[in-house]
């Protein structure tokens, strides 16, 4: 990439748009696309631009194809469309940890970030990660140090995974969730554990499993 000058603001929303748009669609969008959310006059004006940040070295371009724009990293390699979900803490696979916060999962730079498919986000919404804590789920292949990528909801069905609050003691597991009438059974994933039992009105279900990010030694 040549070295960056102080870009125009259309051309800042046009990249803008660009990336907002591969991770919502996983494909670039057209020139009209832009044309239309940029509220810019025509396509050969959005054509000029791309031509510029082309030359510039924030994309590439293919005029010959409808969605043939790749966006590149300050280095010039090519930026992945894959939407990316804050790791906001750690989740205990063992016994519960004390909370963790999501209040500012969506803009945080603080947090640490991982890829998950288009289609995922696209199927589930807003979604968030957590860092596993020891080795109670490890029969689901949920391995200490994996990240589990979390939907909020407060309900599940029995057999799911999920963060589960523990409210009197304040805390939070990751088990499968057995309700049994007035309580709930926890269940991991581990024959050398044993399930965790707790009044069903001191637990709240934070969220489920809908994908395991394996870390790789």
Not at 32 to 38: G, L, M, V
Not at 100 to 105: G, I, K, L, R, V
Not at 115 to 133: I, N, P, S
Not at 158 to 174: I, N, R, S, Y
């Amino acid at each position: 990439m040549t070295l960056q000058k102080r870009m125009p603001s259309r051309r800042q929303r046009i990249l803008a748009y660009i990336q907002e748009f591969l991770t919502d669609n996983g494909v670039p969008p057209t020139v009209r696309d832009i044309q239309k959310a940029c509220d810019i006059s025509s396509t050969s004006v959005v054509d000029y631009n791309l031509r510029i940040l082309d030359r510039d070295g924030y994309l590439n371009r293919r005029p010959e194809m409808a969605r043939g724009i790749e966006l590149l990293d300050k280095v010039g390699q090519p930026l992945s469309s894959a939407p990316r979900v804050h790791i906001v803490g750690n989740i205990a696979a063992g016994s519960p940890l004390p909370a963790f916060s999501t209040e500012e999962a969506g803009s945080s730079a603080e947090f640490d970030t991982v890829e998950v498919a288009t289609e995922l986000q696209r199927r589930h919404g807003k979604l968030y990660g957590l860092a596993v804590k020891g080795t109670s789920m490890i029969d689901a292949l949920i391995d200490d140090g994996d990240v589990v990528v979390i939907k909020p909801t407060q309900q599940a069905d029995p057999g799911e995974m999920v963060v589960a609050w523990l409210k009197d003691e304040e805390e939070a597991t990751l088990k499968k969730y057995y309700p049994e009438g007035k309580r709930v059974r926890l269940q991991p994933a581990n024959s050398q554990m044993k399930p965790i039992y707790c009044d069903a009105a001191n637990l709240e279900i934070r969220g489920k499993v809908v994908e395991v990010i394996r870390k790789f030694a």
